[in-house]
């Protein structure tokens, strides 16, 4: 089952706004962890904010992580072009050998110039 | 470094034909995995290999099976293939069981006809 849901599941913004997006899950969780994906491409790794954090950032990111709302949002300022992507919150619990991923189904971000 | 390198890049079967999609890290990590992507939905767990010699099943494993050959490989095969398993294949490794970032392959395209 998905434990993530991001929303929206779709975005479209100018270049130079910021682009706000959300996940919520349902369950406990030790990390949450946001990716991205080209088209056609495999994922990779924005960042990660722990289960005990409230904000993270990173360069031109920026999440937050509300434990008692069981969610969580990814900000994208002064966003590109090259932002453009789906984006995935991924929650990261124990699955009984070893911690498990679970993806929501993304937001598709589309950043016009 | 290559990273994670997953073969074939394309393929077509027929219904019923076996394949196995191959998958190598040269990060050194412990941990891989096999996920599927369809549509409009976020990656889901098929199988996971917590260390060389462990495998275990994620949300969707019936139809498949998979072996880790040694700490850089891990292959997912399917025995008798269905159009049910048309989807994009993303292998992903990590270092150790602790909860950190996964390291994507670039993905299999499989139809099956």
């Known amino acids: 089952s998905q434990q993530g849901e991001e929303d929206p599941q779709a975005l479209s913004i100018q270049e130079g706004e910021n682009a706000t997006m959300n996940c919520s899950y349902k369950?406990?969780?030790?990390?949450l962890q946001w990716y991205r994906q080209n088209s056609g491409r495999g994922l990779v790794h924005l960042i990660l904010?722990?289960?005990?954090?409230r904000e993270k950032h990173s360069g031109r990111l920026r999440v937050t992580l509300d434990t008692s709302k069981k969610s969580s949002s990814l900000l994208i300022t002064a966003s590109r072009a090259a932002d453009t992507a789906s984006y995935f919150c991924?929650?990261?619990?124990?699955?009984?050998?070893?911690?498990?991923?679970?993806f929501g189904k993304g937001t598709l971000l589309t950043v016009n110039p | 470094n290559a990273g994670v390198t997953q073969t074939p890049k394309f393929q077509v079967l027929k219904t019923g034909q076996s394949m196995t999609l191959q998958c190598a890290q040269d990060?050194?990590?412990?941990?891989m995995y096999w996920y599927r992507q369809d549509p409009g939905m976020g990656l889901r767990l098929i199988y996971y290999?917590?260390?060389?010699?462990?495998?275990d099943k994620g949300e969707v494993p019936n139809g498949y099976n998979v072996s880790r050959l040694n700490k850089r490989e891990f292959s997912l095969r399917l025995e008798s293939a269905a159009p049910s398993q048309t989807s994009v294949y993303f292998c992903?490794?990590?270092?150790?069981?602790?909860?950190?970032?996964?390291?994507f392959g670039p993905g299999t395209r499989l139809t099956v006809l």
């Open positions: 991924a929650t990261d619990a124990w699955g009984g050998s070893n911690y498990k991923l679970t």
């Open positions: 990060m050194n990590h412990n941990s």
């Open positions: 369950t406990s969780i030790n990390n």
């Open positions: 992903a490794s990590k270092s150790g069981i602790s909860y950190n970032e996964q390291f």
């Open positions: 290999s917590a260390s060389e010699g462990t495998t």
């Open positions: 904010i722990r289960s005990n954090e």
